[in-house]
């Protein structure tokens, strides 16, 4: 079945720092591919997506390319805030079957130092 | 901007009691989702509905767990009875087509005691 590896966190950076959460996947079909991120106590927010191969997504200074080659979807910042402290999600949606089955990672969690 | 709506935001119950949790979806969300959330994991998938039909509930424990979604609109998920293992963040989410993501509740956080 279908499936998604994350890198083990926490990852702990610094104000400013250039951010990798790695992102793998494992489909059957041609998915669409999500980062979602979860702030403490709330539900997921939708981060970015990307819908086919060389595609990137881009949100609040985020962004993560869709590599079929790979099969990675790596979510960068190039200068983290504080602010951006959460857990990070990433997820697809794959269509084979007939029907979309979403599946998400475990979870990365980001805490940003000042 | 529209929100998924959820209730209630917190619930304690006693292990072997039912509880229930409601959704209400973004208007004219024709998915919605339901999905359990272990502390310190990834969401995973307990049912799907497309409009009033289930679409997939393959990981619904179908022995304490049942969902709804009667008019093709709000839903309502329900446990009973509620055992210690249960407890956990359960979320909802609805989307418009699968390719524009989910948009996510704030979701219930339900503790058994």
């Known amino acids: 079945g279908d499936s998604v590896t994350q890198m083990e966190g926490p990852v702990t950076l610094s104000e400013e720092a250039f951010l990798t959460i790695n992102c793998t996947y494992t489909?059957?079909?041609?998915?669409?591919l999500f980062w979602y991120v979860q702030y403490p106590g709330e539900g997921l927010q939708l981060l970015l997506k990307?819908?086919?191969?060389?595609d990137k997504g881009s949100n609040k200074g985020f962004e993560a390319t869709y590599r079929k080659e790979t099969t990675s979807f790596h979510l960068e910042k190039g200068s983290v805030q504080v602010s951006d402290s959460a857990v990070y999600f990433c997820?697809?949606?794959?269509?084979?079957?007939?029907?979309?089955?979403?599946?998400f990672g475990r979870g990365t969690s980001l805490i940003v130092h000042p | 901007e529209a929100e998924v709506a959820q209730s209630p935001r917190y619930k304690i119950t006693e292990k072997s009691q039912a509880v229930a949790f409601w959704c209400d979806p973004i208007?004219?969300?024709?998915?919605l989702y339901w999905y359990r959330q272990i502390l310190g994991q990834g969401p995973e998938l307990l049912v799907q509905?497309?409009?009033?039909?289930?679409?997939?509930d393959s990981q619904l424990p179908k022995d304490r767990f049942s969902a709804e979604r009667l008019k093709g609109v709000d839903s309502t998920l329900k446990i009973q009875p509620a055992e210690l293992g249960d407890s956990a963040m359960y979320l909802c989410?609805?989307?418009?087509?699968?390719?524009?993501?989910?948009?996510f509740g704030s979701g219930t956080r339900l503790t058994v005691v």
């Open positions: 989410a609805s989307s418009l087509a699968e390719d524009y993501g989910y948009t």
């Open positions: 489909a059957t079909g041609y998915p669409s």
């Open positions: 990307a819908t086919k191969a060389d």
């Open positions: 997820a697809l949606s794959d269509a084979s079957g007939g029907s979309y089955i979403p599946t």
């Open positions: 208007s004219g969300h024709a998915t």
């Open positions: 509905f497309q409009d009033e039909s289930v679409v997939d």
